[in-house]
């Protein structure tokens, strides 16, 4: 080999280094940037799947507690230590402007399927109160039937309709909790 070729060679082997160089800090930023962006969406995803884990939580202990206190108020006996049916009407009115207000804080964080049914589940609350509330009208007088009626309806409410729809709200905030963790 001569001269010239040799220097041809080290000038074109440096320039191919420095190209590769220059390629390889590019990508190494470009994909650096990308991984700094998948983080900040995945901390974000993760900062709303505990939020929603957390909402979900407080609003189905709630839920419960109202669904109790419902049962309470339309059980047809109480034990001799038990409070009366009008306690438990007191708390559960209480315990539903709590819930709902709860609700309304977190309503954004839960996906549609849960507003649906806890929404529908508020519904059936909102009758059985109804309901209760009718029953002492009704039994002034000449309305006896009536007061019966508004008694059966929200005892049906309460030990038949909820106990589903709570456990549908249970089935849809499981999915939220464990399945898109695995997603």
Same mark, same amino acid.
């Given at each position: 080999?001569?001269?010239?070729?040799?220097?041809?060679?080290?000038?074109?082997?440096?320039?191919?280094?420095?190209?590769?160089?220059?390629?390889?800090?590019?990508?190494?930023?470009?994909?650096?940037? !990308?991984?700094?962006?998948?983080?900040? *969406?995945?901390?974000?995803?993760?900062?709303? =799947?505990?939020?929603?884990?957390?909402?979900?939580?407080?609003?189905?202990?709630?839920? =419960? !507690?109202?669904?109790?206190?419902?049962?309470?108020?339309? !059980?047809?006996? *109480?034990?001799?230590?038990?409070?009366?049916?009008?306690?438990?009407?007191? %708390?559960?009115?209480?315990?539903?402007?709590?819930?709902?207000?709860?609700?309304?804080?977190? %309503?954004?964080?839960?996906?549609?399927?849960?507003?649906?049914?806890?929404?529908?589940?508020?519904?059936?609350?909102?009758?059985?109160?109804?309901?209760? !509330?009718?029953?002492?009208?009704?039994?002034?007088?000449?309305?006896?039937?009536?007061?019966?009626?508004?008694?059966?309806?929200? *005892?049906?409410?309460? =030990? *038949?309709?909820?106990?589903?729809?709570?456990?549908?709200?249970?089935?849809?905030?499981?999915?939220?909790?464990?399945?898109?963790?695995?997603?």
């Amino acid at each position: 080999m001569n001269w010239q070729s040799i220097v041809l060679t080290s000038i074109a082997s440096g320039v191919v280094s420095g190209v590769v160089a220059v390629v390889v800090v590019l990508l190494k930023q470009f994909y650096d940037q !990308r991984i700094e962006e998948q983080k900040a *969406k995945y901390g974000c995803a993760s900062w709303v =799947h505990q939020r929603q884990v957390e909402a979900l939580t407080k609003l189905f202990v709630e839920l =419960h !507690r109202m669904k109790d206190l419902l049962q309470g108020a339309t !059980r047809g006996f *109480k034990s001799q230590d038990e409070m009366s049916q009008e306690g438990y009407f007191e %708390k559960w009115q209480l315990k539903a402007a709590e819930t709902w207000s709860e609700y309304i804080e977190h %309503k954004l964080l839960l996906n549609k399927a849960i507003v649906t049914s806890i929404e529908e589940l508020f519904d059936k609350f909102n009758e059985a109160g109804i309901a209760i !509330r009718l029953a002492p009208i009704y039994s002034e007088g000449e309305m006896r039937k009536e007061a019966i009626a508004a008694q059966i309806k929200a *005892k049906e409410i309460a =030990h *038949k309709l909820i106990p589903p729809l709570l456990d549908a709200i249970e089935s849809e905030a499981r999915i939220v909790v464990h399945d898109e963790c695995r997603s």
